[in-house]
């Protein structure tokens, strides 16, 4: 198992940028893919951005392809997402999850993920 808190949302302006953490700890944490999700009021967990064990292979929704990067350092047993070019429509609350440890890609099917973290707001205005 793999405790997980999220740290780094607030408020910006569109154009802005942000930077999202992810901390873990348990003994799996680098050994295991991991994902971050969002979630806007009213609607489903959406899928954000993927990396695998070793940060060699990611993936991202087309929607914030171009604008967001996943890296991870495992020395730090830590997540990022940066988040450059903020749009209204990113405003959610951001989640980091973790996969069972594994060699393969990033999944981005929620419920393939384990261990989730309680979430960072973000918003942006307009």
């Known amino acids: 198992q793999v405790q997980l808190v999220e740290s780094g949302g607030g408020q910006v302006q569109a154009g802005g940028s942000l930077r999202l953490s992810c901390a873990g700890s348990?003994?799996?944490?680098?050994?295991?893919?991991m994902g971050w999700f969002r979630q806007a009021s009213g609607k489903e967990r959406e899928f954000v951005a993927g990396?695998?064990?070793?940060?060699?292979?990611?993936n991202y929704a087309d929607s914030v392809k171009g604008r967001f990067t996943i890296s991870r350092d495992n020395t730090k047993n830590t997540v990022y997402l940066q988040m450059n070019s903020l749009k209204p429509e990113d405003t959610a609350v951001y989640y980091c999850?973790?996969?069972?440890?594994?060699?393969?890609?990033?999944?981005?099917?929620?419920?393939?993920?384990?261990?989730w973290g309680q979430g960072t707001q973000v918003t942006v205005s307009s």
């Open positions: 999850a973790a996969d069972r440890p594994s060699y393969a890609a990033p999944q981005r099917n929620p419920h393939e993920y384990e261990d």
């Open positions: 348990g003994r799996t944490f680098s050994r295991s893919p």
């Open positions: 990396i695998n064990w070793s940060g060699g292979s990611t």
